[in-house]
């Protein structure tokens, strides 16, 4: 009995003495790390080298101009058979136009110049030809932006028109269209109006124009034109006015293929507040294709200067319109 419990203790202590020989022999093999770790307080401070890397220049500058173009022509044209008995007249009529705005902002800064030229001539069958669209037109606006909304703002405007226009009647004797007078030219008349004030503008297609402080001089260059029409004394050609403006403009995409242009202009003499000048400009474009387009305009104008009743006109076109940037 003792004999074997003998055996028995030395076969376990002969187990456990080669599992911690293994284990010695073990640990001797592990490779062990070629770094130290060493404490915070032992690193040199020359021992941390900096190293620079270096940022590649882009060569990237912000462009704070914007710009946009519009040109194009519209034309009309109407023909009838010599035994066309339901009546009308044979007629042609172009249209020529150009739009451009250029857009600067910087922080609550703006300027923004407006150049709208328009020109058209309509010849119908046995009369003259007659120009039916021409307007000059360049406003340019600087702004201070002190909310989201309201800014105050200085602007020039100047308006005049190129080609000169006639009144017209018969020939008692030939029954032939002649010219009888000249009613209009280049700066006959011509309008400049600097005007100073408050700007209302909650979007990008609105803006309200209060100017509290607005001068306009209107100018009769041209001698064959009667400057007492457009209300000076006769004999000058400068009237000075002192007003109060209004001004709202709207650029609005009414849908994908259709935009409502529209600008109203109030004039207020301080002389005679109550009977102010009144302007609108409207045009409705509809795209057909990317360059071909129908326009429709129309500009209304009660000025008591220039005449006691309402003046209008309109106009229908077809044409084609290029648009800079697509």
């Given at each position: 009995?003792?004999?074997?419990?003998?055996?028995?203790?030395?076969?376990?202590?002969?187990?456990?003495?080669?599992?911690?020989?293994?284990?010695?022999?073990?640990?001797?093999?592990?490779?062990?790390?070629?770094?130290?770790?060493?404490?915070?307080?032992?690193?040199?401070?020359?021992?941390?080298?900096?190293?620079?890397?270096?940022?590649?220049?882009?060569?990237?500058?912000?462009?704070?101009?914007?710009?946009?173009?519009?040109?194009?022509?519209?034309?009309?044209?109407?023909?009838?058979?010599?035994n066309w008995n339901a009546?009308?007249?044979?007629?042609?009529?172009?249209?020529?136009?150009?739009?451009?705005?250029?857009?600067?902002?910087?922080?609550?800064?703006?300027?923004?110049?407006?150049?709208?030229?328009?020109?058209?001539?309509?010849?119908?069958?046995?009369?003259?030809?007659?120009?039916?669209?021409?307007?000059?037109?360049?406003?340019?606006?600087?702004?201070?932006?002190?909310?989201?909304?309201?800014?105050?703002?200085?602007?020039?405007?100047?308006?005049?028109?190129?080609?000169?226009?006639?009144?017209?009647?018969?020939?008692?004797?030939?029954?032939?269209?002649?010219?009888?007078?000249?009613?209009?030219?280049?700066?006959?008349?011509?309008?400049?109006?600097?005007?100073?004030?408050?700007?209302?503008?909650?979007?990008?297609?609105?803006?309200?124009?209060?100017?509290?402080?607005?001068?306009?001089?209107?100018?009769?260059?041209?001698?064959?034109?009667?400057?007492?029409?457009?209300?000076?004394?006769?004999?000058?050609?400068?009237?000075?006015?002192?007003?109060?403006?209004?001004?709202?403009?709207?650029?609005?995409?009414?849908?994908?293929?259709?935009?409502?242009?529209?600008?109203?202009?109030?004039?207020?003499?301080?002389?005679?507040?109550?009977?102010?000048?009144?302007?609108?400009?409207?045009?409705?474009?509809?795209?057909?294709?990317?360059v071909v387009n129908v326009t429709a305009s129309?500009?209304?104008?009660?000025?008591?200067?220039?005449?006691?009743?309402?003046?209008?006109?309109?106009?229908?076109?077809?044409?084609?319109?290029?648009?800079?940037?697509?």
């Amino acid at each position: 009995m003792l004999r074997n419990l003998t055996i028995i203790l030395t076969v376990i202590m002969s187990f456990v003495g080669m599992q911690s020989y293994a284990q010695v022999n073990l640990k001797d093999l592990r490779e062990k790390p070629d770094s130290k770790i060493l404490n915070a307080d032992t690193i040199k401070e020359n021992s941390i080298k900096q190293i620079n890397v270096p940022i590649p220049q882009l060569g990237l500058q912000v462009n704070y101009w914007k710009h946009w173009t519009k040109f194009g022509l519209n034309a009309n044209q109407a023909s009838f058979s010599d035994n066309w008995n339901a009546g009308g007249v044979n007629s042609m009529s172009l249209m020529g136009l150009f739009w451009h705005k250029a857009d600067y902002t910087r922080d609550r800064f703006n300027f923004v110049s407006e150049l709208d030229l328009k020109y058209g001539k309509i010849q119908n069958k046995d009369q003259l030809a007659k120009k039916n669209n021409d307007r000059v037109f360049w406003d340019n606006k600087l702004s201070y932006r002190f909310t989201d909304k309201w800014a105050l703002y200085f602007a020039v405007t100047f308006e005049s028109q190129f080609d000169v226009g006639y009144k017209y009647d018969r020939d008692k004797a030939t029954g032939e269209e002649i010219i009888i007078d000249t009613v209009s030219a280049f700066m006959a008349p011509g309008y400049f109006t600097e005007s100073f004030g408050l700007e209302y503008k909650p979007d990008k297609s609105f803006s309200l124009r209060l100017g509290t402080g607005t001068a306009r001089q209107t100018l009769v260059l041209d001698k064959r034109v009667d400057e007492t029409k457009f209300g000076l004394e006769e004999g000058n050609t400068v009237r000075n006015d002192l007003a109060f403006q209004i001004t709202a403009n709207l650029d609005r995409d009414l849908s994908k293929n259709l935009n409502l242009k529209a600008r109203y202009n109030l004039f207020a003499d301080y002389k005679n507040i109550t009977d102010p000048a009144n302007r609108l400009d409207l045009t409705l474009t509809a795209k057909i294709t990317r360059v071909v387009n129908v326009t429709a305009s129309g500009i209304i104008v009660y000025d008591n200067n220039q005449s006691g009743k309402v003046q209008y006109n309109q106009g229908l076109g077809l044409g084609v319109l290029f648009s800079l940037p697509r």
